[in-house]
């Protein structure tokens, strides 16, 4: 038993975010939009395109993780609310294909990502669970060829429901062959997404920390790294 009261069970099951976690998204996300605005010969006149997209996006996937937007209509909207912006009056629903496509390419892997996967195969089911769309994430994952390290991946645009909220929590485990929730570990890099839902959904969580962050007060990840390859000396502890 630890200072918490509960065993120490070992994990047989791993549930794994993908973007910045597994994958580099940022990486991802600035190739798939610099080619998009090539492909529309756009001009960036001292704006800083990448920035602003940034900033739209954050704010629309919020909306989607509270429900307020469809992702189907965020695809689209999140560039009907860049060219509002920018001042430019572009076919929103035509660059958001041209995006996808790049975007689906764009299967940059986190450094020592495959390396762990590869470590851990053997000894935990592992189960990729996204917020994102079907498309792109299937694609990027096959073009890593990461695709045998997983028994399924739980991807929110086809479950219908995003993290934090429990019910796509409860679809990985089923993916995962069930196991009993303290022998699952959720691993993720949103304190919002992957810890908040993972904690309260009553999973053991390890929070993969980018640079220099403040845990608020209510979220307490059961394990904290500053990089991925640092999860098989994690998973050891409770060997
Ligand atoms: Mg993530």
Not at 27 to 48: C, I, N, Y
Request: aromatic share 10%; hydrophobic share 40%; proline share 3%.
């Amino acid at each position: 038993m630890n200072k918490g009261g509960r065993s120490l069970t070992r994990y047989r099951a791993l549930l794994l975010d993908a973007d910045g976690t597994i994958f580099d998204y940022d990486r991802g996300e600035e190739f798939a939009l610099e080619k998009t605005l090539q492909d529309f010969s756009f001009e960036g006149e001292g704006v800083d395109l990448l920035t602003l997209y940034r900033r739209i996006n954050k704010k629309i996937w919020k909306e989607f993780e509270q429900g307020s937007i469809k992702a189907g209509e965020l695809k689209i909207e999140r560039f009907r609310r860049f060219s509002a912006e920018l001042g430019i009056d572009f076919d929103p629903e035509k660059f958001s294909n041209i995006y996808l496509d790049h975007l689906a390419q764009a299967a940059f892997m986190l450094p020592g990502a495959r390396e762990v996967l590869e470590g851990l195969k053997d000894d935990y089911t592992m189960v990729l669970l996204t917020n994102g769309l079907s498309g792109v994430q299937r694609s990027r994952v096959r073009l890593a060829g990461v695709g045998e390290y997983f028994r399924e991946l739980v991807i929110s645009e086809e479950v219908g429901e995003a993290k934090p909220a429990p019910g796509i929590f409860a679809r990985a485990l089923k993916a995962a062959g069930n196991p009993a929730l303290e022998e699952a570990l959720m691993v993720g890099d949103s304190l919002e997404s992957d810890i908040l839902g993972g904690s309260r959904f009553g999973l053991d969580t390890c929070w993969l920390r980018g640079g220099e962050r403040e845990i608020p007060e209510e979220l307490s990840p059961t394990y904290i790294i500053d990089e991925i390859s640092q999860l098989p000396a994690v998973l050891e502890g409770r060997g």
